[in-house]
C-alpha cells in the first residue's frame, strides 16, 4: 500500500509514488538537465548557427523571391512591396536562364562520367600499389590545398592560346592546337577538366579509406573462383563500397548543380563564348550583382528558390530508393 505524506494541518494526505513522491519527475528532469547541460550548451551553439546561416537565409530568400524593391522617390531610401510571382515571370522570359540550366546539367553529367569514375580509379590503383604509397596520395591531394582561385588561375595560362603549355605540347607532338575555353564547342569540357583536377584528391582518399577496409578473405575467394582484375572489382569491391559510392554521388551532384568558381574565373566572368558555360549559380550572381546598376536582388531569390527545390527534390528522391535498397 503506497505511503500517506501530510500536506497541512488537516490531515489531508496524497498518495507518494514509489518512484520517490509526487515531485519525482521534476527531480528527475532537473538531474537531467544538470547532467547534460554541457551537451545542451554545445548543441545550442550548432542550432544557433544554423538558424543564423542557414535556415534564416533560406526563409530571407523566400520572402524576398516575392517582393519588389524600388527607392522611394522622396527619401530616396529603398523600399519593398509584394509582387507576386512577377520574379518569377521575369526570370522564365530572361533568354540565359535555359542556357543557365542546360549548361549546369552538362557540367553535372560530365562531372559524373570524369569526375566521378577517375578518383575511383585511381583509388584502386593507389590500394594496389605496395611501394610509394605514401608519397602518391600527397600527390593526389596536393591540388586539393591550393587556393581554387589559385589552381583556376594556373589553368587560365594553361589554356591560353598564346603562350598556353597545353597549346605548346600539342604543337611539340605536331597535333592541332585547342582554343580550350576560348571556344563553344570546348569550353564546358576544359572547365570539368579543371574541375575535376582541383577537387579529385579528397574524393580519391575517402574511396582509398572505404578500400582498405574491404577483407582480403574476399578478394582471395573470388581469385581462387577464377575471377581477374576487372571481376574483382566488379564483385567485390564495387558491391562493398556501395553505400560509399553512393552517398559521393548524391554529394557530387549536388555539388556540381552550384557550379560557379571555375567558369567564373576560367572564362572572365563566367559566362564563356556563346553563354556556353554559364551556370545557374552564376546567373543568380549577375541578377544580384549587375555591374550595369541594374542589380535585382529580387530575381536572384526567385532563381535561388527554384534552385534550391530542385536540389531537394532531388535530395529527397534519392534518400526514399537508397530507403527501399536497404529494405
Known sequence: MAEQVLLGPGNQSLPRSPAGGPRAPQRRFVLNLRRNLAGYGFMAGAVLCFALFSWYPMIREFIMSFQGTHRDPVTRLPRTTWVGWRNYTRIFHDP???????????????????????????????????????????????????????????FQYFYDPNVGLFDHLLHLVHLPTSQFVQSSGSAMVSVVIASTW???????????????????????AAELDGAGVLGRIRHVTIPQTRL????????????????????????????????????VVNLIYQYAFNLSGSSNYNSASA??????????????LYLWISRDRDK
Open 244 to 279: 560509399i559510392l553512393s552517398m559521393m554521388l548524391m554529394l557530387q551532384i549536388v555539388g556540381t548543380m552550384q557550379l560557379f568558381i571555375e567558369p567564373f574565373i576560367l572564362t572572365n566572368g563566367g559566362a564563356g563564348p556563346d553563354n556556353s558555360t554559364i551556370s
Open 96 to 154: 540565359t536562364f535555359a542556357a543557365a540550366w542546360k549548361n549546369t546539367v552538362e557540367f553535372s553529367l560530365l562531372a559524373l562520367l570524369i569526375g566521378f569514375a577517375v578518383p575511383f580509379v585511381v583509388a584502386i590503383v593507389l590500394n594496389e600499389l605496395r611501394h610509394a604509397r605514401g608519397y602518391l596520395r600527397v600527390l593526389v591531394y596536393l591540388p586539393v590545398m591550393l587556393p581554387p582561385a589559385s589552381a583556376l588561375l594556373l
Open 198 to 220: 582541383m577537387n579529385m584528391g579528397g574524393t580519391t582518399l575517402i574511396y582509398l579509406a572505404a578500400l582498405q577496409n574491404i577483407p582480403g578473405e574476399l578478394y582471395e
Open 303 to 316: 532563381l535561388g528558390v527554384l534552385l534550391m527545390l530542385v536540389l531537394g527534390v532531388f535530395s529527397a
